[in-house]
């Protein structure tokens, strides 16, 4: 036994592991993977790079995997992980995949983004809902208003909200947020075939014709209901405007959840957790994942699929999502511990994945590539503000934008 054991650890391998998880609930979580991790034998070597979009960390890694001396995995996603493949940087994981079964537990929409030439070379971490509604109940109560279900309602809360004194939508005047308020609008108007259409295929029609028109001018609408402080505003500093009574709503995804959570508030009571305006049954998904790179080492190698496959551990999926306020991926999680905006979403999570309502974020990369996303931030950024911009050449602008950066 002693000998067993022995010849355990001289075989061990070591996982390096590239991540901007560097406070909160996500180091937190970061620390449980290193344990489950330690406790199959293998090490971690922790290769954190600070910053929230993870702008530094891909700097880092590029330097490192064209010297030749990649990381075991790095924190990518979406379109980003085809364009490591196409670089031939990543390995097959689907030995894991199959042993775990990860095609049955996973929704296709997502294994599609974690599969390159159909091989599986990354593992998704959890799930997002991007298109959610934060209300403040209490706003809503002095206003005399109603918390909206689609669009008609979110103008005539607003209206009254507005002239109670209050802000009737929190909003953080950065490219990435217009982004996220105009796909929420986006999604409601097409649908969710059109918008897939429109940010996923790139379809120049959809882009440039009439609901897309239709998207811009209710989105240039929306205008009028944020405070003139918005240019430059943090989302956290957004939902603390919720939080403190001085807005209403905030359309933004659950990683709210976590400041809410922070500030000792409950779902149902202190705060509301709807769907963004009228996309009660869709869900825009954005996922945390890694990219498992090639290397030369057995041991290593091995200690890399030990991490694949404790990823999506269950345990480890529960953890994670607690701390870091969104959902397991698995659509097999037990979800006792979640509270209701999670169960909420997890609901609509496997309702979408069958009826073709869970697309992806275009706001945050999981929809295409980057090119293509900044050349809609551009767009997007510019028309909000600018509120005499005439929204049908919006749409015009935005079709040649989409087709110069393809």
Known sequence: MTFAAASSVANAGEVEVLHWWTSGGEAKSAAVLKQMLEQQGDSWKDFAVAGGGGESAMTVLKTRA????????????????????????????????????WDKVLPAVVTKVMKYNGDYVAVPVNVHRVNWLWANPEVFKKAGATVPANMDEFFAAAEKIKAAGFVPLAHGGQPWQDATLFEAVALDILGSQDYNKAFVDLDMDVLSGPKMVETFATFQRMHDYIDENSPGRDWNIATSMVINGEAAMQIMGDWAKGEFAAAGKQPGKDY????????????????????????SNKDNEEAQKHLAKTILNKDFQEVFNLNKGSIPVRLDMNMDKFDKCALDSMATFKASAQTGDLVPSMAHGLATTSYVQGAVYDVVTNFFNDTSADPKQAAQQLARAVKAAM
């Open 66 to 101: 064209v010297s030749g001396n990649p990381p075991s995995a790095a924190q990518i996603k979406g379109h980003d992980i085809q364009e490591w493949g196409d670089l031939g940087f990543l390995t097959s994981l689907d030995d894991v995949a199959e042993a775990g079964q």
């Open 272 to 295: 509301i957790c709807a769907p963004a305006p009228g996309t009660a049954n869709q869900f825009t998904f954005n996922i945390d994942s890694f990219a498992f790179f090639k290397l």
